[in-house]
């Protein structure tokens, strides 16, 4: 029962301008300056491997993920224009 109560939670999320803008605008760009931060501080501390898979994988898919939301975002805002 809990799931079923989280897919719709979600796709109500992902059917909202307001839940596609914060995720878009604010807590995606938040997360991926967040994860570049803290790679690059492992990595000028001594934790290469793991600073660089920070810095090149999840500060990359949080950005490009945030680029996505917007343009969801921008799609079904003028699909309710219409």
Avoid: H, N
């Avoid at 109500?12 to 604010?26: D, I, N, Q, R, W």
Wanted: avoid cysteine; glycine fraction near 12%.
């Amino acid at each position: 029962m809990g799931a079923e109560v989280m897919k719709d939670a979600i796709k109500a999320l992902k059917t909202s301008p307001e839940g596609l803008f914060v995720l878009g605008y604010m807590l995606f760009p938040l997360f991926a300056l967040i994860f570049a931060g803290l790679g690059l501080f492992m990595v000028l501390t001594g934790s290469k491997i793991m600073g660089l898979v920070l810095l090149l994988v999840f500060t990359q898919v949080f950005a490009f993920g945030s680029l996505k939301l917007v343009g969801m975002r921008k799609a079904l805002l003028e699909d309710e224009g219409k």
